[in-house]
């Protein structure tokens, strides 16, 4: 689907070499989200370039769920990279909570070329209480590493369900499990500390080794 439009705010990092990091919000949020805001400026303070920016569905309407939107939030998220790509020379990567991840997980499978890592921030692995109702299919065509990063108390998905899951994915994984979070990932408790272990922990992964 050509002609996305990009919509949402740059954290632009020093150095025209800088990596940059797509990041973008879940069902029932927009880019403003404090969790998004928080890991923007985090990344942005560590050196990577980010674009927070708002998937299609939000840009048509300011409040309500995605609606058979999946093909053009995915074309958001593609023209979204495509833009940061003109804006920094370093590595490109994608990034989502919830919803927003895991479009950007789905476009990754079938795009291996819009980026080079994933972050994917509660991934809604299952309707809450619908074990059955797993949003896996695309995984094993995932070539792409990809971080996960989910709260223990997460109903979309245990660690468990999570580990087993990931064995799915042929690329590199790893879980970060946030203790005493939830869906939301970032609590009032863990506001303080989150975004810089976010923030490490993702470097570290994408960082390679010597």
Known sequence: ???????????????????????????????????????????????????RCDLPFRQARPTGPPIRSAERDQAGLR????????ETGGRIFLGGHSYGGRQASMLAASEPEVAEALLLLAYPLHPPEKPEAMRTAHFPSLRMPALFVSGERDGFGTRAELVTAL???PARTELMMVAGAGHEVMTAKNRAELPAKVVQGFLTFVTPSS
């Open 1 to 51: 689907m050509a002609g996305a439009t990009v919509q949402g705010f740059l954290h632009r990092a020093k150095g025209s070499d800088a990596d940059g990091l797509v990041l973008t919000h879940g069902a029932g949020a927009n880019c403003r989200s404090a969790l998004l805001t928080a890991l923007a400026e985090a990344f942005c303070d560590a050196g990577v370039t980010v674009l």
């Open 79 to 86: 023209a979204a990279a495509a833009a940061l790509r003109r």
């Open 167 to 169: 064995g799915m994915i």
